[in-house]
């Protein structure tokens, strides 16, 4: 088992910045970061292997949002610029995905994994 405990949500205009964090209970081989807005279904933000030689992220966030993994912690960090109102939602770390070679996008997809955290509310409004 895997407990994954997330921090760093809130309240920001748009146009701002936020870094969400999640630290895992042990070493995992891949960690990610899903949302969910109301209404809508959960889809994958951003997801990284432990080495950081793998990434994965979503086309609405690429250029805005950058996933890293600090591995002495058990770590992974989602750093949000420049922050849109339609990027409010629920935040989940999830974590023991694998990646897989997507050879019609030439670029990696991340499956996802059976450990989630409880989830952090981002809020982007002013």
């Known amino acids: 088992q895997v407990q994954l ?11 701002g910045s936020l870094r969400l964090s999640c630290e895992a209970s042990r070493s995992i081989n891949a960690m990610g970061w899903y949302r969910q807005a109301p ?3 959960r889809e994958l933000v951003a ?6 030689s793998r990434t994965s992220y979503a086309d609405s966030v ?4 950058t ?3 600090d591995n002495a912690k058990n770590t992974v960090y989602l750093q949000m610029n420049s922050l ?5 939602a629920v935040y989940y ?3 023991g995905g694998d990646f897989v070679y997507m050879w019609s996008r030439g670029s990696y997809n ?6 989630w955290g409880q989830g952090t509310q981002v809020t982007v409004s002013s």
Request: aromatic share 4%.
């Open 93 to 95: 770390c999830n974590a």
């Open 67 to 69: 996933i890293s993994t």
């Open 5 to 15: 405990v997330e921090s760093g949500g809130g309240l920001v205009q748009p146009g």
């Open 62 to 65: 690429k250029g805005r949002v």
């Open 84 to 88: 849109k109102p339609e990027d409010t």
């Open 47 to 52: 997801a990284v292997n432990r080495g950081g």
């Open 110 to 115: 991340y499956t996802g994994g059976p450990y």
């Open 39 to 41: 209404g809508k279904q």
